[in-house]
């Protein structure tokens, strides 16, 4: 049994390290090269849990990393285009190392002062990106899920006349939202105490974005059912399609009912970077609130979403209470104590990865990833609609494109059938991972082109894998 002396001996970030970061780079230099087959070796739930119980007992402690590089998908694989995960620059992976060995946390000044000064200077740069004055201010938390309640947590605060933090509230409030919107907005709403009824979905157009020409009709609807709406938020993009909401026209609507604007920008709002799709998020200057991932379109170790304001003052009263053993009132702006404006308390140094990747890459290196990401997608676009026997689901606005196999003429319950069986046929085999979902009762086969190395050759092989799967 090693000693606590043992145990923290800096000797393990000698040659142990050396041999770790060996394994990393031949895992980095296989999965660019398509050395290893498969993307993902696949196990049935109940096999992978009985191997590593085996292996907690049994197993060569040696080994273990190994085997996680073994048994974990490969998502630097070009043939990686499932979820919506950045394979992150291998830069990131320091990063992350100097973030988890250090541990600061980041609840008051004292405990994070180094990182809590990054995270001041990065929602500084952020904001002028999207356009937003010297007012606005940010944080940067755990994930789009945990962004998202944090902003509509303060949009409550301040478009609702009560004190609902501190008294509650016996009133049906609610929040507008496309039908297509991510499953985070809805799972706020119903945190929030607002129940499955405070989530009031707009109807989406043929393009699976939100109608604007329902945007009234909508509101009015809930208004007289006794639903008072604070909030409004516009996708930047959905996530099961990859369209953009009209953000403009959303802002103009909020703006028109005295509606908090808040933008999920999660997946998509890193396009302001680039000089060739920023148009997509034209109105977002105007948004109050917005979210964007740094671990899907910016290439950072997950989790880490940045929540900008544009009032940054509004921010600071969403989190009030007493804990006077971490919180002091202020006279000035104590921008320095974070517990006071985000739910995490001990939360890690993730601002680093942006802090970082901003001076090593800037602007240019984040607008690279986009225009290349997003191209990839029209071209896989433009693949199908010359495929007779494929159906695009709708012209991707970005790297999300949802396709199925049709070969002959066949109902859409057939289709459905086929394509299910497709997609479990292609986890199957482990050479691609796609997913799937549903638009319109119909099953699609979905990719979002994550990888720089996934090129129209791979695109290519896809379809014919997904032909010899359907025979």
């Known amino acids: 049994m090693n000693t606590l002396e043992e145990m923290y001996s800096a000797d393990v970030l000698g040659k142990p390290a050396q041999e770790l970061m060996q394994q990393l780079h031949t895992y980095l230099q296989q999965a660019y090269k398509e050395q290893t087959p498969k993307v993902l070796a696949w196990e049935e739930p109940k096999q992978e849990y009985q191997f590593w119980k085996q292996f907690l007992t049994q197993g060569d402690s040696s080994k273990l990393f190994q085997e996680v590089l073994d048994r974990s998908i490969h998502i630097h694989h070009p043939k990686y285009i499932g979820h919506q995960v950045a394979p992150i620059v291998p830069f990131g992976a320091l990063t992350a190392a100097v973030s988890a060995l250090l541990n600061n946390g980041m609840a008051v000044y004292e405990m994070g002062k180094a990182s809590t000064a990054m995270e001041r200077v990065v929602a500084e740069w952020m904001a002028t990106q999207i356009g937003y004055s010297s007012k606005s201010r940010g944080i940067f938390t755990s994930g789009g899920t945990l962004g998202t309640l944090t902003a509509l947590l303060t949009a409550r605060r301040q478009a ?5 933090w501190n008294q509650g509230t016996s ?19 119903r945190i929030m105490g607002m129940g499955e009824q405070g989530t009031v979905k707009i109807p989406v157009t043929e393009h699976f974005v939100l109608d ?5 009709k909508s509101y009015d609807r809930a208004m007289a059912e006794g639903i008072e709406i604070f909030a409004i938020v516009g996708s930047a993009p ?15 609507f909020a703006q028109k009912h005295q509606l908090w604007f808040h933008v999920d920008g999660a997946h998509g709002a890193a396009a302001i970077f680039s000089d060739r799709y920023k148009t997509l998020l034209k109105g977002i200057e105007q948004a109050d609130s917005i979210i964007i ?18 009032e940054g003052v509004a921010n600071y009263s969403t989190f009030s209470q007493e804990a006077s053993y971490l919180l002091e009132q202020s006279e000035e702006e104590d921008w320095y104590n974070l517990a006071k404006r985000t739910f995490e308390c001990t939360k890690n140094m993730m601002i680093l990865h942006w802090y ?19 191209d990839m997608g029209k071209t896989m ?8 026997d494929f159906e695009l689901a709708v012209q991707p606005d970005s790297n999300i494109v949802c396709f199925r196999f049709v070969g002959a003429g066949r109902s859409d319950e057939e289709h459905n059938a ?17 997913v799937a979902t549903t638009l319109n009762d119909c099953f699609y086969l979905r990719i979002t082109i994550m990888n720089i190395f996934t090129d129209q050759s791979h695109l290519q092989q896809l379809l014919n894998d997904i032909r010899k799967a359907a025979k």
Request: hydrophobic share 40%.
């Open 238 to 252: 959905s996530t099961a399609t990859g369209n953009y909401d009209n953000l403009e026209a959303v802002a103009a």
């Open 160 to 164: 609702v006349s009560e004190d609902i």
């Open 418 to 434: 086929c394509n299910r069986k497709i997609r479990r046929a292609l986890l199957d085999d482990g050479s691609f991972y796609i």
């Open 212 to 216: 604007i020409d329902q945007l009234q």
């Open 356 to 374: 970082a990747m901003i001076q090593q890459y800037g602007k240019q290196g984040f607008a690279a990833i986009v225009d290349r990401l997003y």
């Open 293 to 310: 991932d740094g671990h899907k379109m910016m290439m950072m170790p997950a989790l880490t979403t940045a929540v900008l304001y544009k």
């Open 381 to 388: 676009a433009k693949i199908i609609e010359t495929s007779s």
């Open 171 to 189: 009133k049906q409030y609610g929040i507008m939202v496309s039908a297509q919107a991510h499953y985070s907005v809805d799972r706020a709403v």
